[in-house]
């Protein structure tokens, strides 16, 4: 009896190693599954952001932080299926995990190179891991291809696809440009503003009739309303300044001025649940799901302190994002379907 038990334990640890029919899509839809709602902060059940979008059988994912190929592991998504990166910028909250998920994504049989795409920086992000995981995929090469098994090292490398947008930001008007188009699926970059951390991208996701943007890290920024005008979902970052002054005061007071003073910078260039609202209104989506939730899981969070305020903006459609979060569009529909892994 105990032999079966462990047995049965040892198949379901295993299951997590295989392509997942608990994260298949519906028959046809535009599907997104939230697999990192956290900020740079070290958060319990939050990692860093992260957000997959699977379309047209192929999986995509927006930014990919630390911790994220661990929850996508665990909802057994279909990791050979991904196609693409798109990476917002360039701080290590949104990249972390790269090297580990393409990793585990030429593992579990991925058919093609993992695209990274994105704003310029991206060529040297994706040479600088193919550099550091070499030994890796020298070593599982020599070790696992056999037998019929193939472990290609040229799928092992990323390959970059960057880009380019005008360098200076235009606060009046939409930069974007397409930056990927399969099997009706486009996916357009639209430049926000997240100083210095330029330039800084928002990725909108267009299938047959159903839309998603996300906005990677930005304050906020108008012309991001008009290139998500008509989205059904708006995922954007939020943080709460008057949250992060009083965490960088207390720091101060308990004399660790050097976080305090790093902490008070990140002021600047982020978006409060109300101004993401304002945004959503203004863009008229239909949802708003907040993520990048640099507050969420510290002692003094609740979610009505974070969002103090939202009420009165008139947008009444938010919700915060969870790990695990689904959000389906049916096409043909125009439900939004909202699920937990
Ligand atoms: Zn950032
Ligand atoms: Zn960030």
Not at 16 to 19: F, G, N, P, S, Y
Not at 77 to 81: E, Q, Y
Not at 229 to 232: I, L, N, Q
């Given at each position: 009896m105990r032999a079966k038990t462990l047995i049965s334990a040892a198949c379901a640890a295993l299951a997590?190693?295989?392509?997942g029919a608990a994260a298949a899509q519906a028959p046809d839809s535009l599907k997104v599954t939230i697999c990192g709602s956290g900020g740079p902060l070290p958060i319990k059940d939050r990692a860093k952001p992260c957000v997959a979008v699977q379309a047209g059988g192929a999986l995509y994912l927006v930014d990919v932080g630390p911790e994220s190929t661990e929850n996508l592991q665990l909802w057994r998504?279909?990791?050979?299926?991904v196609r693409a990166v798109f990476v917002t910028h360039l701080h290590s909250d949104h990249i972390g995990d790269l090297g580990e998920f393409n990793m585990q994504s030429w593992v579990a049989g991925r058919a093609a190179p993992l695209e990274v795409v994105g704003p310029p920086g991206v060529a040297a992000l994706a040479a600088g891991f193919n550099q550091a995981y070499g030994p890796d995929h020298g070593f599982r090469n020599a070790h696992h291809e056999?037998?019929?098994i193939k472990l290609p090292i040229p799928l092992g490398l990323l390959k970059a696809k960057t880009i380019a947008l005008p360098a200076t930001p235009d606060p009046k008007a939409v930069q974007e440009k397409l930056a990927w188009s399969q099997d009706g699926l486009t996916v357009t970059a639209i430049r926000v503003e997240h100083h210095p951390a330029t330039p800084a991208y928002a990725y909108r996701f267009d299938y047959k009739g159903r839309s998603v943007v996300v906005s990677g890290d930005t304050v906020k920024w108008a012309p991001l309303a008009e290139a998500a005008?008509?989205?059904?979902v708006l995922i954007h970052e939020a943080q709460n300044n008057d949250m992060t002054r009083q965490m960088s005061g207390g720091l101060k007071m308990l004399g660790n001025d050097r976080i305090a003073s790093i902490m008070a910078d990140t002021t600047t260039y982020h978006t409060s649940p109300v101004e993401a609202a304002e945004l959503a209104k203004a863009a008229g989506v239909k949802q708003l799901v907040l993520y990048h939730l640099t507050q969420a899981g510290l002692p003094f969070f609740t979610p009505e302190g974070f969002t103090k305020g939202i009420d009165k903006v008139g947008y009444l459609d938010w919700r915060l994002a969870k790990d695990g979060m689904t959000i389906e569009l049916p096409v043909g529909g125009t439900e939004v379907k909202f699920g937990q892994n």
């Open positions: 997590l190693l295989t392509a998504m279909p990791l050979a299926t056999h037998d019929g005008k008509g989205a059904d």
